[in-house]
């Protein structure tokens, strides 16, 4: 069996943003030499998560709103901001869209559905985290 792992910072300017990182993690796929595997694409830090969807910018503007509405960026909502953090609703939007994803490497290739696209997304910016890759395989 191969394995591959390789860690990517990110260091978003927005508090909330998605970045496109399918070409990322095409990128480590080709370089581990895996034909028939999986990948794991895993948030490193409980205010970001991964996912996949549509890259579609009115998708993601959606997103954003349905993410606010859920869970505001009010300090005064959330208990855990008592410990003199303000990042209670990230926490929130982290859980709501998941901490990784695993797709299935079919041919040494991501096999992805026609419109699926792997996105990293931040709910509380402005600092460097990291994102694990890891591909395992034949």
């Not at 370089?31 to 028939?36: D, I, P, R």
């Not at 890259?55 to 959330?78: I, V």
Request: charged share 30%; with cysteine.
């Amino acid at each position: 069996m191969k394995s591959k792992t390789e860690y990517l910072t990110f260091n978003v300017p927005a508090r909330m943003d998605f970045v496109h990182i399918t070409s990322d993690v095409e990128k480590v796929v080709s370089e581990s030499g895996v034909q028939e595997g999986l990948c794991l694409v895993n948030a490193m830090h409980i205010t970001a998560s991964v996912f996949i969807n549509d890259n579609e910018s009115g998708l993601h503007a959606d997103y954003k709103r349905w993410l606010e509405k859920l869970a505001p960026q009010d300090p005064s909502l959330y208990q855990h901001n008592q410990t003199g953090e303000d990042n209670g609703d990230a926490h929130h939007k982290r859980q709501i869209m998941g901490r990784e994803v695993v797709v299935a490497i079919t041919e040494g290739r991501l096999d992805l559905g026609p419109w699926e696209r792997i996105f990293y997304g931040e709910f509380d910016g402005r600092r460097p985290k990291r994102l694990l890759i890891k591909v395992i395989g034949e």
